[in-house]
């Protein structure tokens, strides 16, 4: 019976390892796209829409998100893609890991959230090009 237990332990690790190395690979990919700009995070579209308060972005990227994603998930489907990433947080050595998703940056998932989130909207509606597609 111990036997049993731990080959199926060892199972469950396996598995795990073979996913977390499927979601490092994919974030690698990610990553070279997000450098190049071919992708974009929420709070890079924040910057790129004017935003300069660094503390407006941390506080209402995420709930921003929410809304960019459910306009995503309208229009396409599913889900949109994430990756990893390590943000810094307020102290000195404070940071975490989070998984936010990425988007192209003509998607326009992404205007229509900004229209629809209520501490963006009132900030100017994005683009007509934009919206367009």
Do not use: C
């Amino acid at each position: 019976m111990t036997r049993l237990f731990t080959l199926a332990r060892t199972g469950r690790q396996q598995n795990r390892f073979h996913q977390a190395t499927a979601a490092l690979h994919q974030a690698a990919d990610f990553t070279a796209d997000l450098a190049t700009g071919r992708l974009i995070t929420v709070d890079a579209y924040m910057r790129q829409r004017g935003v300069a308060n660094e503390d407006f972005i941390r506080r209402y990227a995420s709930p921003l998100g929410k809304a960019v994603k459910a306009s995503y998930i309208q229009r396409h489907g599913v889900e949109p893609p994430r990756t990893w990433e390590l943000r810094k947080g307020s102290g000195l050595l404070d940071f975490r890991v989070v998984r936010p998703a990425v988007y192209r940056p003509d998607d326009p998932a992404l205007a229509e959230g900004w229209d629809t989130y209520e501490r963006t909207a009132g900030l100017g509606s994005a683009p007509a090009q934009e919206r367009t597609a």
